[in-house]
């Protein structure tokens, strides 16, 4: 499975990094990076993820401080930055996820045409 996963990452022309047992996918360089790793207690399943917790706690912590020290009476021109901060780092968290699904999409649609050529063979 791992050689296989190699084989797809390279066939796609994907920036990756292999460790041990995993790989780094860079999906868009200096902005996201996904970690593969292949489940050891289920033969044949790869697990995605990313480092989000961060992001999603980073957040809801200037969400909350931003609202927090918010006066409307003065409107929003004179509003906390951390509220400029917690979309700026929302957008970021949105165009990361995008990117993990897309990779998965690309790895699953590189594995159904590979299917298809060795049937037709």
């Known amino acids: 499975m791992i050689d296989a996963?190699?084989?797809q990452?390279?066939?796609m022309n994907e920036?990756?990094?292999?460790?041990?047992?995993?790989?780094?996918?860079?999906?868009?360089?200096?902005f996201c990076s996904v970690f593969?790793?292949?489940d050891i207690k289920k033969e044949g399943v790869l697990t995605f993820y990313t480092n989000q917790l961060l992001k999603v706690f980073l957040v809801i912590l200037f969400l909350l401080f931003g609202l927090a020290i918010y006066d409307s009476e003065l409107g929003i021109n004179?509003?906390?930055?951390?509220?400029?901060?917690?979309?700026?780092?929302?957008?970021?968290?949105?165009?990361?996820?995008?990117?993990?699904?897309?990779?998965?999409?690309?790895?699953?649609?590189c594995q159904i045409k590979n299917a298809n050529s060795k049937i037709e063979k």
């Open 5 to 7: 996963l190699r084989d």
């Open 78 to 109: 004179h509003g906390p930055i951390q509220l400029g901060l917690a979309i700026l780092i929302l957008m970021n968290l949105i165009i990361s996820q995008i990117a993990i699904e897309s990779l998965k999409c690309r790895i699953h649609f």
């Open 15 to 30: 920036h990756f990094v292999e460790k041990q047992s995993g790989f780094k996918v860079k999906v868009i360089p200096y």
């Open 36 to 38: 593969i790793k292949k």
């Open 9 to 11: 990452l390279t066939l």
